[in-house]
């Protein structure tokens, strides 16, 4: 297969790619217009392999994904692109709107169009997977309840709103035009190459520095965990095995309450980094309490398993085994993290990304 990768130099994005590079024979085009949150540092080990194509192209560019369409004829069009981060939808809405509603709007016509053309053959196998998250269904009121394909949604945020609406675009393009569509939704993913705003590298960086570990609220929001390597061999079995039309919930079966979150990883950092910042003691002295964010969801919670039985994918990671090869990882590879954190690895741009 060739396959089309929006987002590819994100989190998310590039764990998938390095998996498909390393554990299939498909042909990979990365395009990402490379904002804040795409790193081409994380697909160095792969960049220069013969079947890896980078573009760096917006996807509210309709030409220029065209271009890359006709150019590169792919079989499946995997759609990861997004703004993801709720505090920065709270403090700024505009591109969250622009790149997850307008972007995806832009890419399912250009795909429609794309797909509209192809022989009889190529058609009926093509597949367009849209990639979204938990956070669409708001969050759950009873500990006994656990989000499932069809949870009603209740989006909390900016950002949760804007996954929900190109979750709504993706599945009328298919009831209204015919399109050959997947959505996945996952639960929190965490792991290496994580970008440093997020929870867990932000607590790693920070307790390595001796700065405070800041904990929104008294700390008892619950997520699901997933590590990203498992959300990476769950989406290749989806685009590949899945039913079109259809939608699975990729969760870690990990629930654990963000206090504790930071708590293992500091009793990890005690084993795995003794030597502390001059003054610190513990790493949990570290530890602060800030203002809750507003509209702070308090409980998410995946039901997995519909994936699990249609296709056969459970997570591979405890969050026990994969906390710990994440901190290994975050301490072995200071020389990634300091290039974001000074903003070195933004010069990385090539060419026009608007082209």
């Known amino acids: 297969m060739k396959i089309l990768i929006t987002g590819g130099a994100g989190f998310i994005g590039s764990a998938l790619i390095r998996y498909l590079i390393s554990h299939t024979d498909h042909y990979v085009v990365n395009v990402d217009k490379l904002t804040y949150a795409g ?5 160095a080990d792969i960049g220069n392999n013969a079947r890896y194509s980078f573009e760096p192209v917006d ?3 309709r030409n220029g994904i065209d271009r890359l369409l006709a150019g590169y004829q792919p079989d499946a069009i995997m759609h990861l692109a997004a703004e993801s981060h709720v505090d920065r939808s709270i403090d700024g809405p505009a591109e969250f709107i622009e790149t997850n509603i307008i ?4 890419l399912l016509e250009a795909a429609r169009s794309y797909w509209s053309s192809l022989p009889s053959d190529k058609k009926n196998t093509f597949r367009f997977h849209h990639i979204s998250t938990d956070e669409v269904y708001g969050d759950l009121k009873s500990p006994k309840d656990f989000f499932t394909e069809t949870t009603p949604y209740a989006p909390s945020s900016p950002y ?14 298919m009831r209204t035009f015919g399109l050959p569509v997947l959505i996945t939704n996952c639960s929190n993913n965490y792991g290496p190459y994580h970008f ?7 607590m790693i960086l920070n307790a390595l520095e001796g700065k405070p570990l800041p904990i929104y609220g008294n700390g008892q929001q619950i997520r699901d965990w997933l590590f990203v390597d498992d959300h990476a061999r769950a989406l290749y079995l989806v685009v590949t095995q899945g039913t079109t039309g259809e939608t699975y919930n990729i969760g870690g079966h990990n629930e654990m309450a963000n206090l504790d979150v930071v708590n293992t990883l500091c009793q990890l950092l005690e084993k795995m980094a003794p030597n502390k910042p001059k003054g610190i003691q513990n790493y949990t002295d570290l530890v602060t309490f800030v203002k809750d964010r507003p509209g702070h969801d308090l409980r998410y919670a995946i039901d997995a398993s519909k994936i699990q039985q249609e296709l056969g994918w459970t997570p591979v990671e405890s969050f026990e085994t994969g906390l710990k090869k994440t901190v290994q990882w975050y301490l072995e590879n200071q020389a990634w993290c300091k290039r974001v954190q000074d903003g ?3 010069r990385q741009r090539l060419g026009d990304n608007k082209s």
């Open 39 to 43: 790193n081409l540092d994380s697909l």
């Open 196 to 202: 440093p705003e997020k929870l867990i590298p932000l």
């Open 344 to 346: 070195s690895y933004q």
């Open 103 to 106: 972007g995806t709007y832009t």
């Open 160 to 173: 949760s709103a804007s996954k929900a609406s190109s979750d709504h675009l993706v599945r009328a393009w």
């Open 59 to 61: 996807i509210c560019n």
